[in-house]
């Protein structure tokens, strides 16, 4: 009998090592991130394995299952007390070693298994560890998984079994490598830097990138998992600023940032702007609607409204739909509609065949904005960029907000925003026009001005998005009237960064 989980013990201590400690807000909307050793330690980790394993069983999937780990000092340790616990459920287990998660989730195409458990907090700071998993390709469990696998975990209603075993699969980088580079090359030496924040990434971009014929100009690409210049998350600002500093520094026509596992990218132009990812998503959607006519994309609400406005793509007659936030939720959707393409703003891109198999991965994502520069010769990554109809966005912004009342919070503001309009109140001068509560609230004003405002899936944070195409100054004051409205919760804390 496994020993029951608690929330809390005390690190070097004999009941630390001897008991699971899972803190119960791990388990996030579609995967599952902890502080290691503050919030869960090994045996927890062999738990979560249990867990996952008596679930396969649960849902009747064949017990194969893929195993990875990112770069981060402890990930080893972390995978194989979860591998542990996945075999004492009676599961074979394909570790891959080293990986980034979208070459986890191509293993199960290639390797043909159809589960998956990767072992990344991707761009959470260093101190997090993480799981994403999947028993369905290529889709990663959504609300309901999590919340069965919360139950099966925090309860220790395990099913041992036998049959569990496990194998080390050699070389399986180059294979996933292969897989991306196995086509032809670009028409010219594109010259890019490739950013990857001593992520992962690191050790397989600048391959994949070079191997199809560009020059590439690496930075922070060597590992390093204390992430010492910033950290690889292509929201941060901090990472596109650097990424612009060489872009220009080198004159390179584009920069691409790789977040810690390697299922996003960033891109900055030839002129050093930072292309937000959901602009970047309607310059791709502009290219591959052009070249599959009435394509069908799904984004996600914190992004542009230009997918649903943009005269390029109606006249190339695509259909926008405007779904969740969060990569299990995309995939989903994505797959549900036999959708050509998933944007997020976050950079998750979710592309379907010909080009991709639906998952995110970071490297198709790069292939994909470097296809569009060799198919525009005459045209640089700036110039695409002019061409979109002008609006001002913002980043992504996150006021921290513990995970214990992060959703009550937002279904306060939720409830504000919906009696200010009730009322007839103006927000930032204008009347609300529409309230989109798929995911949050997005409240739009007269002008089509809005602002965002969600639970963060994978923090003790809230996200916070505003766009205006009207002028900066709109963009503002929707940001200045929203945050008004979180500041009437005390819970709600310091933003990451702010416009």
Not at 448 to 469: F, M
Request: proline share 6%.
């Amino acid at each position: 009998m496994f020993p029951l989980p608690v929330a809390q013990l005390l690190p070097n201590t004999p009941e630390f090592e001897s008991h699971p400690m899972v803190k119960p807000t791990g388990f996030r909307e579609y995967d599952a991130r902890w502080l290691f050793e503050k919030e869960i330690n090994l045996m927890g980790i062999q738990a979560l394995g249990m867990g996952v394993a008596t679930l396969m069983h649960e849902r009747g999937t064949r017990p194969d299952i893929v195993v990875g780990h990112d770069f981060r000092s402890y990930s080893a340790s972390i995978k194989m007390a979860l591998i542990t616990g996945l075999m004492a459920g009676g599961v074979r287990v394909h570790d891959i070693g080293l990986a980034l998660s979208p070459m986890a989730y191509f293993a199960q195409f290639a390797l043909d298994v159809p589960a998956v458990a990767m072992v990344t907090a991707s761009h959470n700071d260093n101190g997090w560890t993480g799981v994403k998993m999947g028993i369905d390709r290529p889709l990663t469990f959504g609300p309901d998984e999590m919340t069965r696998l919360k139950e099966l975990v925090l309860t220790a209603t395990f099913k041992p079994a036998e049959g569990g075993a496990y194998r080390f699969v050699e070389n399986f980088a180059d294979v996933y490598i292969r897989d991306l580079t196995d086509r032809a090359k670009l028409s010219r030496p594109i010259k890019v830097v490739a950013a990857c924040g001593n992520g992962t990434a690191g050790a397989f971009a600048p391959k994949v990138l070079e191997a199809l014929g560009a020059e590439v100009v690496p930075l922070d690409c060597e590992l390093d998992h204390s992430f010492p210049r910033y950290n690889p998350n292509p929201e941060d600002m901090k990472m596109l600023h650097a990424l612009r500093d060489k872009v220009l520094e080198v004159g390179a026509e584009v920069g691409l940032g790789f977040d810690g596992d390697g299922d996003r990218c960033g891109v900055v132009d030839n002129e050093g702007e930072e292309i937000f990812a959901d602009k970047v998503g309607v310059m791709l959607a502009r290219d591959l609607s052009a070249l599959h006519p009435e394509s069908r994309f799904v984004v996600d609400v914190k992004s542009t409204g230009l997918f649903a406005t943009d005269p390029v793509l109606q006249a190339n007659g695509a259909v926008t739909e405007y779904w969740k936030t969060g990569h299990s939720y995309m995939k989903r959707r994505v797959n549900e509609l036999g959708a050509l393409v998933g944007f997020e703003k976050s950079g998750h891109y979710f592309f379907n065949g010909p080009i991709g198999r639906g998952y995110d991965d970071g490297l198709v994502s790069a292939i994909a904005v470097l296809d569009m520069l060799d198919r525009n010769p005459d045209r640089s990554m700036a110039d695409l960029r002019r061409a979109l109809p002008k609006t001002w966005g913002s980043p992504t912004m996150s006021p921290h907000c513990d995970d214990e009342i992060k959703y009550q919070v937002v279904d306060r503001v939720i409830a504000r925003f919906q009696e200010m309009q009730a009322r007839g109140e103006r927000l930032a001068g204008q009347a609300i026009s529409d309230l989109v509560t798929v995911n949050g609230v997005r409240v739009v004003s007269e002008d089509g001005t809005w602002g965002l405002v969600r639970a963060s899936s994978n923090k003790p944070e809230l996200v916070v998005v505003v766009e205006s195409p009207a002028s900066e100054a709109r963009l503002k004051e929707m940001f200045h009237a929203v945050d008004a409205v979180l500041r009437e919760n005390p819970e709600v804390g310091a933003y990451n960064q702010t416009i």
